[in-house]
């Protein structure tokens, strides 16, 4: 029991001095990355954007030709996001920023939820996915990331393609991660949400 108890302890600490290299390492950065606003915009309409998104699985396109509204054309858009970033400084004293503190956004990643828990990527929601971004967020000010919120693949997979036909509305939360690094290579991310709502909405 000794020896079994020995190796436990082992197992454990090891497994927390990894954990916490984890959390150094992340947490090294001298600044904050804050989400200032997280939104979203309908890929078939006006690049306008809005805190939360009504995603249409199928839109039926009546121009250019040979598309018309006798004969529309069925058409898959995806849908892009946008997040508004600036950083925070962890030392509070007065201290100014350097260009050294400034940001450089490299990547994005999407995962959906559902607030009733049923999240089987595949059946419940969308697969979770990363997307490639690059934007540097300065010391002082906002800088503004687009990014893919929705691909065209997910809506051609389940649980979205069954919306064409079905009628079915799916509520999802998009868990948005940004992850960058600092001038110096200090690891640093930031995740916001926001509401996206699929099913076939109308096209007018």
């Known amino acids: 029991m000794r020896i079994i108890n020995r190796i436990l302890i082992t197992l454990v600490t090891g497994l927390a001095a990894t954990s916490c290299g984890d959390v150094v390492r992340s947490g090294r950065a001298p600044v904050f990355l804050v989400i200032d606003s997280l939104a979203a915009a309908n890929g078939n309409k ?31 858009f995806n849908d892009p996001g946008q997040a508004i970033l600036r950083l925070s400084p962890k030392d509070i004293s007065g201290t100014a920023p350097s260009t050294n503190n400034d940001v450089t956004i490299t990547r994005v990643h999407i995962k959906y939820v559902r607030a009733d828990g049923r999240n089987i990527q595949g059946i419940d929601v969308p697969y979770e996915f990363d997307a490639a971004a690059t934007a540097t967020v300065p010391a002082t000010g906002t800088v503004t990331v687009g990014f893919q919120l929705v691909r065209h693949d997910a809506k051609m997979e389940s649980p979205l393609v069954q919306l064409k036909t079905n009628g079915v509305i799916i509520t999802t939360i998009a868990q948005v991660t940004l992850y960058g690094r600092d001038q110096v290579g200090n690891d640093i991310s930031a995740t916001g949400s926001l509401e996206v709502d699929f099913g076939n909405f109308g096209d007018q």
Do not use: H, K, Y
Request: with cysteine; aromatic share 10%; glycine share 0%.
């Open 46 to 76: 006006a690049q306008t954007f809005f805190s939360f998104l009504l995603s249409d699985v199928i839109t039926n396109v009546t121009t250019p030709a040979p598309c018309t509204t006798d004969n529309p054309c069925p058409t898959i």
